[in-house]
């Protein structure tokens, strides 16, 4: 389980207790958001809850190394944040283990108008071709609730929060030179009718919902080459099903 940020709307002691389980397991990890810093006791109880020392990192879990990116501080190149990130990416190019890099981060990329605006942190300029060109398939991110999913898009130079349409439809091919961004903000806080406002789905977006509560699954099959990726409702239903491979 990865989450990608504000993960509680007080101080961290409730959600820490509730899902102390899971982190002791060793099966839980998580981004940082912006509530993460806002709230009573700040970043500090998550940084001990996870074991950080940096609020942004990377993870293996089997094949599949995770890159967590933390929007609420610098991303620009030549930050610390995006020269870890950097070498991390590049180094991972040397472990023929890993066949699936996924982003994470709390704040979104790019979606259609919701309460929330994007690039917030101009991560789109600072990790978009970065990832591609590293072999990112998939970014996960939050902040609005709602959900969202693009087409397998690659960076756009002259608007970046109008990405370039690779592939529109599944099945994805995993060495293609795009992503999939996924806003997966339908975990609490808010629910049905409540969740965050959806205006006209974008061009380059393959599926958006502000009707359930939900999380995204990836489901691995045939030893790891391929991901069936959902929306997953709270009652089990799946919605936009997509499988990369």
């Known amino acids: 389980v990865v989450g990608v940020g504000d993960n509680a709307y007080e101080s961290a002691g409730c959600w ?16 940082y958001g912006n509530h993460e810093y806002s709230e009573s006791g700040g970043i500090s109880p998550y940084k001990t809850f996870f074991g950080h020392s940096l609020t942004y990192f990377t993870f293996k879990f089997q094949n599949v190394q995770f890159f967590v990116c933390d929007t609420n501080i610098n991303c620009d190149p030549g930050s610390n944040q995006h020269n870890f990130i950097t070498n991390a990416l590049e180094q991972s190019q ?11 981060m709390h704040d979104p990329w790019f979606g259609a108008n919701s309460d929330h605006g994007y690039n917030s942190a101009e991560q789109v300029e600072a990790f978009h ?5 590293n072999g990112v398939q998939l970014v ?11 087409k ?22 995993k060495t293609a030179a795009g992503l999939i961004h996924i806003v997966t903000g339908t975990g609490g806080h808010d629910s049905g009718g409540s969740l965050y406002s959806l205006g006209s789905q974008p061009s380059f977006q393959a599926y958006q919902n502000r009707t359930h509560n939900g ?14 990726c959902s929306f997953v ?11 990369i491979s």
């Open 233 to 243: 409702e709270i009652g089990g239903a799946k919605f936009n099903t997509f499988v």
């Open 94 to 104: 040397n472990d023929n283990t890993i066949k699936w890099r996924v982003g994470i």
């Open 215 to 228: 999380v995204f699954e990836i489901v691995a099959s045939s030893s790891g080459t391929v991901w069936t």
């Open 16 to 31: 820490t207790n509730r899902f102390s389980s899971l982190r002791n397991a060793n099966k839980l990890n998580s981004a």
């Open 152 to 173: 397998q898009v690659s960076f756009n130079e002259s608007n970046p929060e109008s990405p370039t349409v690779v592939d529109s439809s599944s099945p994805y091919s």
């Open 129 to 133: 071709d970065l990832f591609v060109q």
């Open 140 to 150: 996960c991110t939050g902040h609005n609730h709602n959900w969202q999913a693009t």
